[in-house]
């Protein structure tokens, strides 16, 4: 990293951890989907105090950083790197709730080495933020004697690397009151070889932290304000720059709402620049809010500047879930016009739907999802469990009601069901979360979505890899797509801390066997669909087609027949359509 200057060096070591699977072994791929911001974020913060030289000007500080998800962790090998540059330091990064049983376990055994941990992510945050006391885990991870950092770090690692390199380091760094500027704060970067390992090579950085929103169920809120902080055109530039210096020219932007980011349209106009002028090949994915669609420009801007896929938080259609969970600003009768808007720039819409809200039941969900499927024009629907995440306001209610939920983290991947439900048992609600992949992703209404993909000029690769992706990850690998990967590995002794390493006789050809099995559905899956895909694209009705999700509003007051649905659960306080007698009559007669 430095010249040779210097007499000595200070290795930082940097692990993003993954999580266990059901059998203890841990999610991880050859190659994943998705980069991980906290990883670039930290790295470039660690990386600014190797520059600045901040612990001296004849101490080097290296660094070395990698994604569990795509990559073996060498303990060992880790640990003799630090002991081989005389000091240094493991930074366990952005350990989520579902990755801190994995985290500790990592920390665990770098600690039994005798090397200093730093640990920081949601989990740490989220829970100081809203705990009244350090919950169980973190005060393990403290008995370990792993230091735990909350809040932001720009601005205060300097300080953590001077307290660990002076042999100072405080148990725990707390600065969740005051957040740090974004404006010219260091930017998430990360080296070419580590981006490498993301297929496609996707990089990322985050334009902008804050939501002004209050779901109930979120943790960003709480840990990150209310209150948009965002970057400048002039540091976005920077990071693009950097990156395509490397050849990487493709963006994941993590702002959990880029269109309530203050600044987005300086930011993407400097990004139609740079795509325009200096042609830059810039593509960009990003989340956005359902009211996205009433900022003027926002939606043909950020097409211009590159961006090819939005993750949109939908939610629910039912209103009544989203009043419950504080959701207000979802506006059901606008869903569609938001989606049309988005497919008219060609743009890809990826939409999160939640199960498991108070009035949720089998049938309702499976209503709904139908609904979905036939008058809202969404790609991908991507399905998740209501879920109290530690750092929500949920999860900050049951706690202290003395609620149960299940006290193992590693469930907190928004893939199980963590607490009770008033309608629905552990086993229905469970079913009810496999029956939904496999209920949205039926082979006709995957033939539909191709038919509107091509109708509306979508890419069709990056389409028929998505509902690849999306139909199969939950089903064949029992993942979420989020946390999807190309071809699994599974580490024999890489087993969950307590669980017994299996016997080479019976772990390889248990091993081989699963492997075969998911290989054989993978392919036949992908053969399908790209036969599906093959016969609608040479299709000349394609072309022209059109049905009750494509078709444009004909006036202003005409009402989606799944608003009408919800009639009687739509407050009449905000915009909302009014909803004849006589319509609610009828519906509820159906
Ligand atoms: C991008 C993103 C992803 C990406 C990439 C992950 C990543 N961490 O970059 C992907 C798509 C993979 C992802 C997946 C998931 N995610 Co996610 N994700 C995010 C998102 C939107 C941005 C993350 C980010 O870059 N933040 C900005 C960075 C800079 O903040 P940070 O991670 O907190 O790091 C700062 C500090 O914590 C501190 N710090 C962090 N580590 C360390 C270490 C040391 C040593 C020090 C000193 C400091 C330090 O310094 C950093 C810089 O200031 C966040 C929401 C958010 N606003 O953060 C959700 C979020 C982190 N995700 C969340 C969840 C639940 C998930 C999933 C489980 C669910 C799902 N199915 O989507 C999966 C899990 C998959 C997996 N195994 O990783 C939750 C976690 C809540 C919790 N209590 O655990 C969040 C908060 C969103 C939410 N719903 O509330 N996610
Ligand atoms: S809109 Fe998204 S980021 Fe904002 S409060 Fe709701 S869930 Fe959180």
């Known amino acids: 990293m430095q010249g040779n200057s210097a007499k000595r060096a200070f290795r930082v070591v940097l692990i993003k951890p993954s999580h266990y699977d059901q059998d203890g072994y841990v999610i991880q791929w050859l190659r994943t989907t998705i980069p991980s911001n906290s990883l670039a974020s930290v790295y470039g913060l660690i990386e600014e105090c190797a520059r600045a030289r901040v612990l001296g000007p004849d101490v080097d500080i290296e660094v070395e950083a990698c994604d569990e998800c795509n990559t073996i962790v060498d303990v060992a090998g880790a640990a003799e790197r630090i002991r081989a540059a005389g000091a240094g330091m493991v930074g366990l990064i952005g350990v989520q709730s579902n990755q801190f049983p994995r985290a500790l376990d990592l920390g665990r055994q770098f600690r039994a080495r005798g090397l200093t941990v730093v640990m920081g992510g949601f989990h740490i945050s989220g829970c100081i933020a809203m705990l009244p006391t350090l919950p169980a885990d973190l005060q393990e991870a ?3 004697g792993i230091h735990l950092f909350a809040g932001e770090a720009e601005g205060r690692m300097v300080q953590v690397v001077r307290d660990v390199a002076a042999g100072k380091a405080k148990p ?26 993301v297929a496609g090579h996707y990089s990322s950085f985050d334009a902008g932290r804050g939501c002004p929103f209050q779901c109930s169920f979120c943790t960003i809120i709480n840990v990150q304000g209310r209150k948009s902080r965002y970057r400048t055109p002039d540091d976005v530039e920077a990071i693009v720059r950097a990156n395509a210096a490397q050849g990487i020219t493709r963006f994941f932007i993590t702002d959990d709402n880029f269109a309530r980011n203050r600044n987005w349209e300086p930011i993407l106009d400097r990004l139609i620049e740079l795509r325009e002028r200096e042609l830059f090949n810039i593509r960009l ?8 669609h009433r900022i003027p420009s926002f939606i043909e801007k950020c097409a211009r500047a590159g961006c090819t896929a939005i993750f949109l938080g939908l939610e629910n259609i039912n209103p009544e879930s989203l009043m419950g969970a504080k959701k207000r600003q ?13 497919r008219a720039q060609h743009v890809m819409t990826y939409a ?9 039941t089998p049938e309702t969900i499976a ?7 036939k008058e809202l024009p969404i790609d991908i629907l991507e399905f998740f469990y209501l879920t109290p995440l530690p750092g929500s306001e949920d999860h900050k209610k049951l706690y202290l009601r003395g609620t149960p939920m299940d006290p193992d983290m590693n469930k907190y991947d928004l893939e199980h069901a963590c607490t009770g439900h008033p309608l629905m048992s552990k086993e229905t609600w469970t079913s009810v979360y496999a029956d ?3 209920r949205y992703y039926t082979d006709q209404h995957v033939e539909t979505i191709m038919r509107r993909g091509i109708a509306s000029g979508i890419n069709r690769t990056k389409l028929l890899d998505s509902l690849t992706i999306f139909s199969g990850a939950a089903r064949i690998e029992g993942v979420h797509p989020l946390q999807f990967g190309f071809f699994r590995r599974k580490l024999r002794r890489q087993r969950r801390y307590g669980m017994p390493v299996v016997n080479p006789l019976l772990f390889y050809p248990w091993r081989a066997l ?5 290989a054989w559905q993978w392919l036949r899956l992908i053969w399908r669909y790209r036969r599906m895909m093959t016969r609608v694209a040479a299709d000349p009705a394609t072309r022209s087609y059109c049905d009750e999700a494509l078709r444009p509003h004909a006036h202003a007051g005409e009402m989606d027949h799944f608003v009408e649905v919800f009639a009687d659960k739509i407050p009449h306080t905000h915009g909302a359509p009014i909803v004849p007698e006589r319509v609610v009559a009828a519906v509820a007669a159906e």
């Open 142 to 144: 403290l008995d370990l």
């Open 172 to 197: 725990v760094y707390n600065y969740l009151n005051a957040m740090p500027e974004m404006a010219a704060a260091v930017y998430p970067i990360l080296p070419h070889a580590v981006v490498a390992r």
């Open 285 to 292: 994915l990003i989340q956005v809010d359902t009211l996205c």
């Open 330 to 342: 979802n506006k059901i009768w606008e869903y569609r016009d938001m989606l049309l808007a988005w």
């Open 352 to 360: 999160g739907y939640i199960l498991g809200f108070p009035t949720d």
């Open 367 to 373: 209503r709904d999802i139908e609904i979905i499927k």
């Open 436 to 438: 939904a992949w496999k």
């Open 514 to 518: 699963d492997f075969l099995k998911v």
